[in-house]
């Protein structure tokens, strides 16, 4: 019943921050200068009535937000203003398909790389393998992803030939292994310091000692005793990594020229394609609420104190 | 503390602040020093020593377009055959003989009519790799001249780009950008989240809790991409770029302060100035705020380096600072376009970036060691 209460929160919560979100973008973009069909030859002033009849641009900015509201609530984004021929909803959801292969599989091996690194790391704390990983992880924090893909790219994929340039080409292994890592890799060593550091913690608990004590093997002292518990701050790192992964496909669908969510943003926040920007920014929202849903449900079913008393 | 003791002059011991000895515990650490120290490098480099170098930013050599780095001077022999020689196709005047020297070239031209010296020194003056060439013989019919003209030494260590313009005064210049807005930035960002944070937790109550949860909703949207619409939408000037950072990453300070406010309010010396019947604003102003600036200045000295990459992202995306002006993001995604056959392009402002983000971030570690020694 708890978790209910929890949930419905939750859910509350995330409704307010898209509707906000909703609005702001909305308003925000109507505000700024210049418009969709501003070109360097001005169109007569017939096809321009017409075209801002055919968007609605004609009325009154509450007017069409109303109407913009109301399509939306029937889960339509409207339609592309600049792309005539297709839908909001097309563009956006042939881009998010892209998006999610490369951002998905990036999550997965941030969290299995990153759990697994930062675990070793702390039962070596202060040895030698504890300091190469905790440097590598800096390294990879610290490198930003507009200087690591393309140098990985001119190394790997210029140099030995052993990955493709760009492209998505059959969306295999030797495509999409670069902006997977690429994107993947600064994560990884967040993660795997975050679980260094919450590990480390654990294990000076008096439950392990007691592990110890009554002769279990080291190993399973470790997974069984210490593992679950070390979880917690990296499950609540899933919305801001999966928020950092999206801000990062923006400049790896730029740097492999992949045709994802995020080369859709920007082209349509260059070209002042509304509609566009609309629903992208949509999206992205969604999915990062998604993620810390995900991630409050996990907490949820990891830890039996709130589950019992729906507190955080 | 008995009555009887008297302090004689010679045994005063002078009170040091909190703030004093943590500065004394920063220094006593080599590796924050050192951080320091790469930090004033790269300050120096970006802001001072412009005034000293030879090349401008926005000067272009169209000699040197895309030469690699190298720590001996330009032109080379094959680069200054080649050059004059253009030099003197363009001037329609036939190269008879090229002898290249140390610092200078002696040759023999020839043209189909007398050569005027006015219309001779035109022709050199499109270039900049030759000074005023000097005659040394000249034919009974004019049309044939033995001359010399000295070679203007160029040092490019860090290369050229593709316009022909010297990489490190574009570094120097991208530095003093991207520092700065990393800078202003940030202090937007503390004036925002200091005050929002010492507001709400001064007021405490429902008001704090609408306010707090109004940050809790900002930190669910993907700020990023508000920061990407404005700056697409309402131009590229720097002014905006450093509010939308800043607007964006005060989130963060506005919880910290509000935690410090917050148990600040059950200090004696709080309560004792709300008896007293001071203001909000001078107790926030004499009381709260001095004690919130270690953290505040913690933090900032953190956030500084995401101001940073954030800047350079935008840049990346081509939505950053304009041409001739640069900044290392806009650096970095020229050479990114440029690394298969430019690669020196695409890494030294990467290295000069990373450098001051790791470095900052350093010492921000060391500071927060240095205020709050229980850690």
């Known amino acids: ?312 | 503390m008995s009555d009887g003791v008297t302090l004689s002059q010679t045994n005063v011991v002078v009170g040091k602040s909190l703030w004093q000895l943590a500065f004394a515990r920063f220094l006593s650490s080599r590796f924050a020093v050192i951080n320091l120290a790469i930090l004033a490098v790269i300050a120096a480099v970006s802001f001072v020593a412009p005034l000293i170098y030879p090349h401008s930013y926005a000067t272009v050599y169209r000699e040197y377009i895309l030469v690699p780095p190298s720590l001996t001077a330009y032109p080379d022999q094959p680069m200054t055959e080649k050059a004059f020689s253009r030099l003197m196709r363009a001037g329609r005047y036939q190269v008879e003989s090229l002898e290249v020297a140390e610092d200078a070239v002696s040759a023999t031209i020839t043209a189909r009519k007398p050569i005027k010296v006015e219309t001779l020194n035109k022709a050199f003056a499109l270039g900049s790799m030759f000074q005023e060439p000097q005659i040394i013989t000249q034919s009974e019919d004019g049309k044939q001249l033995e001359i010399t003209a000295a070679i203007n030494r160029q040092y490019f260590v860090f290369g050229t780009d593709e316009n022909g313009r010297d990489l490190l005064a574009r570094i120097m210049a991208g530095g003093r950008i991207s520092i700065l807005i990393g800078i202003a930035a940030t202090l937007t960002s503390i004036v925002i989240g200091v005050m929002y944070g010492a507001i709400a937790g001064y007021v405490g109550g429902r008001t704090d809790a609408v306010m707090m949860r109004f940050v809790d909703i900002l930190y669910g949207i993907p700020l990023m991409f508000f920061v990407i619409v404005l700056v697409t939408f309402f131009g590229r000037n720097i002014l905006l770029l450093f509010v939308a950072l800043g607007a964006v990453e005060w989130l963060t300070m506005a919880r910290i302060v509000r935690g410090q406010t917050m148990s600040l309010m059950q200090a004696e010396f709080v309560t004792g100035a709300r008896v007293a019947g001071l203001p909000m604003w001078s107790i926030l102003r004499r009381h709260v705020l001095p004690n919130v600036m270690g953290p505040v200045v913690v933090y900032a000295t953190l956030n500084m380096p995401a101001v940073i990459l954030a800047e350079s992202f935008l840049s990346f995306l081509g939505l950053g600072v304009q041409e001739p002006m640069a900044s290392w993001g806009v650096l970095i995604a020229d050479g990114a376009r440029r690394m298969e056959t430019a690669s020196w392009l695409l890494i030294f402002p990467g290295i000069f970036l990373i450098l001051t983000v790791m470095c900052i971030n350093f010492v921000g570690d060391s500071m927060r060691d240095a205020i709050d020694p229980k850690r």
């Open chain 1, 1 to 312: 019943m708890n978790i209910l209460i929890l949930l419905i929160r939750r859910a509350f919560s995330a409704f307010l921050t898209l509707a906000l979100t909703i609005t702001v973008s909305f308003f925000l973009m109507r505000l700024a200068p210049g418009g969709p069909f501003d070109q360097e030859r001005r169109l007569p002033a017939e096809v321009m009535a017409n075209l801002k009849q055919k968007f609605h641009l004609d009325k009154s900015l509450i007017e069409q937000f109303w109407i913009y509201v109301k399509g939306l609530t029937r889960g339509d984004f409207g339609p592309s203003m600049i792309y005539s021929d297709f839908s909001v909803s097309d563009l956006v959801f042939q881009g998010l398909w892209a998006s999610m292969q490369i951002g998905l599989a990036a999550i997965g091996v941030s969290l299995v790389l990153g759990v697994l690194l930062g675990a070793l790391a702390a039962v070596r704390m202060g040895g030698w393998l504890d300091q190469t990983l905790m440097a590598f992880s800096l390294a990879g924090i610290a490198i930003p992803t507009f200087i690591l893909a393309p140098l990985m790219s001119l190394v790997l994929a210029v140099h030995l030939k052993w990955f493709a340039v760009a492209g998505w080409g059959d969306g295999g292994f030797y495509y999409l292994t670069l902006p997977v890592v690429a994107l993947a890799i600064p994560q990884i060593g967040i993660i795997a310091r975050l679980m260094r550091g919450s590990m480390a913690d654990v294990l000076t608990q008096m439950h392990i000692r007691t592990a110890h004590a009554k002769g279990q093997h080291p190993l399973l002292v470790v997974s069984n005793h210490a593992f679950r518990q070390s979880l917690f701050p990296v499950i609540s790192y899933l919305g801001p990594a999966m928020a950092a992964i999206l801000t990062g496909s923006v400049v790896i669908e730029r740097v492999f020229a992949i045709e994802g969510l995020g080369r859709h943003f920007v082209q349509g926040a260059l070209d002042r394609d509304y509609p566009l920007v609309m629903g992208t920014v949509i999206v992205y929202t969604t999915f990062i609420m998604l993620f810390n849903f995900v991630a409050d449900l996990l907490y949820v079913l990891i830890d039996p104190r709130i589950r019992e008393t729906g507190n955080e």
